[in-house]
């Protein structure tokens, strides 16, 4: 069935480290990928999205490429700051019927100065 | 600008007792839903409401009511709480199609059922 799987947490790095998280699913068609970001004590926002092959979704200096050989849509920053410290999920969504997306465990990530 | 906004924020529990989270939106969306959130579970989609007057269950519907009183309003009930559903509970809404969606959330209901 679909799914996503992500590297497993937490990932701890220094201030301007660069950074990369992993994300490969499974779905059938051409499905829509996004990365959401919790910050403490909040709710998930949408962080950037792809919806075909090769596109590349970017935002606040992440970004993420829409690997279809790969199944992947992996997560990078160059240089990573104190304030990114928060869980990222990666999701997808299957083209067709209602919006549901599909949402990956989560990864936490903890940046120190 | 509120979004979304979920009532309450915490709320502890005994085993047996109900209550309702309440969510309400002022974006004038459509799509509704109702999320668990769990340690290494990621979020697990409880209910959804795609339109006014409609409901469909998620991935994990049991022990779960909903009622989605009107286009702004959508209710999550436990009518016998258990201690397996301690959890956070995040309200979100749809807005956009056709490969332009996004989801707004809430900023949660932390429960513990004791």
């Known amino acids: 069935g679909n799914s996503v799987t992500q590297m497993e947490g937490p990932v701890t790095l220094s201030e301007e480290a660069f950074l990369t998280i992993n994300c490969t699913y499974t779905?059938?068609?051409?499905?829509?990928l996004f990365w959401y970001v919790q910050y403490p004590g909040e709710g998930l926002q949408l962080l950037l999205k792809?919806?075909?092959?090769?596109d590349k979704g970017s935002n606040k200096g992440f970004e993420a490429t829409y690997r279809k050989e790969t199944t992947s849509f992996h997560l990078e920053k160059g240089s990573v700051q104190v304030s990114d410290s928060a869980v990222y999920f990666c999701?997808?969504?299957?083209?067709?019927?209602?919006?549901?997306?599909?949402f990956g465990r989560g990864t936490s990530l903890i940046v120190h100065p | 600008n509120a979004g979304v906004t979920q009532t309450p924020k915490f709320q502890v529990l005994k085993t047996g007792q109900s209550m309702t989270l309440q969510c309400a939106q002022d974006?004038?969306?459509?799509?509704m839903y109702w999320y668990r959130q769990d340690p290494g579970m990621g979020l697990r989609l409880i209910y959804y409401?795609?339109?006014?007057?409609?409901?469909d269950k998620g991935e994990v519907p049991n022990g779960y009511n909903v009622s989605r009183l009107n286009k702004r309003e959508f209710s999550l009930r436990l009518e016998s709480a258990a201690p397996s559903q301690t959890s956070v509970y995040f309200c979100?809404?749809?807005?956009?199609?056709?490969?332009?969606?996004?989801?707004?959330f809430g900023s949660g209901t932390q429960l513990s059922v004791l």
């Open positions: 792809a919806t075909k092959a090769d």
């Open positions: 409401s795609a339109s006014e007057g409609t409901t």
């Open positions: 999701a997808f969504k299957t083209s067709g019927g209602s919006y549901i997306p599909t």
């Open positions: 974006m004038n969306h459509n799509s």
């Open positions: 979100a809404t749809r807005q956009g199609k056709g490969g332009d969606e996004k989801l707004f």
């Open positions: 779905a059938t068609g051409y499905p829509s």
